[in-house]
């Protein structure tokens, strides 16, 4: 496709529930970025793929939360036994490069509610 | 901590008139700044950025001004379009090993009225 996919575009999960996010880059692009965007806030970065090198994934809260890129292209972010407080769009960017700005793209992100 | 935010968290204007969005950010570490338009229900997409080694920045009907002394930066849209309206983000770029990273402001909400 012509920019970034993710699916689902809503998530609805129970307390407890495990979650998979996944996130259908540009092709060819090598960096990929997850964000995390609270109701009213500004995105907060999650975590960070060269290919499929995870370089930086400090942003992720807690050990629930698990990302990976296998193959260099497609990623999916995993949230285990999710809680109330992960409610919140999850964002997924790409770019030809490392650094973030006209290079990258975001995709329309996953809504994730959890009741 | 050091954090980038917002003057206004709204701002409504009409149609036609210039808007002026700010942003203030704490980190002098910072090397490249960026506004960002988010539409409801979609992902932010890139407006202008600029550099920290400048001061002014002008795109199409919309110009980024930088004042690192007071550590300020402001997106200026020119004769604001319905279309406009949106949540305007600003963010930042530490320089150094994580220069992958952006930290965003909390958004300004645009309404244009018609």
């Given at each position: 496709g012509a920019g970034v996919s993710q699916s689902p575009r809503y998530k609805v999960a129970k307390r407890g529930q495990d979650v998979a996010l996944r996130c259908d880059p540009i092709?060819?692009?090598v960096s990929l970025f997850w964000y995390q965007q609270a109701l009213g806030q500004g995105p907060e970065f999650l975590t960070y793929f060269q290919n499929e090198a995870?370089?930086?994934?400090?942003?992720?809260?807690?050990?629930?939360f698990f990302a990976e890129r296998p193959e260099g292209s497609v990623s999916t972010l995993k949230i285990q036994r999710?809680?109330?407080?992960?409610?919140a769009v999850y964002l997924c960017a790409s770019s030809l490069?490392?650094?973030?700005?006209?290079e990258a793209f975001f995709g329309q992100g996953t809504r994730l509610t959890v009741v | 901590g050091e954090n980038v935010g917002l003057h206004l968290p709204t701002l409504s204007v009409q149609e036609g008139d210039n808007s002026i969005i700010n942003c203030a950010y704490?980190?002098?570490?910072?090397d490249y700044f960026i506004w960002y338009k988010q539409e409801s229900g979609k992902g932010p997409q890139f407006i202008i950025d600029i550099r920290s080694n400048m001061d002014k920045r002008q795109g199409q009907r919309v110009t980024v001004l930088l004042n690192k002394t007071v550590k300020h930066l402001s997106l200026q849209i020119a004769a604001t379009q319905p279309g406009d309206s949106a949540v305007y983000f600003c963010a930042e770029r530490r320089s150094g090993?994580?220069?992958?990273k952006l930290t965003f402001g909390k958004g300004t909400l645009l309404t244009v009225n018609p």
């Open positions: 092709s060819g692009h995870q370089l930086d994934k400090s942003g992720l809260p807690s050990d629930r999710t809680q109330q407080e992960d409610s490069t490392p650094s973030p700005g006209l | 704490s980190n002098s570490a910072s090993g994580s220069n992958y």
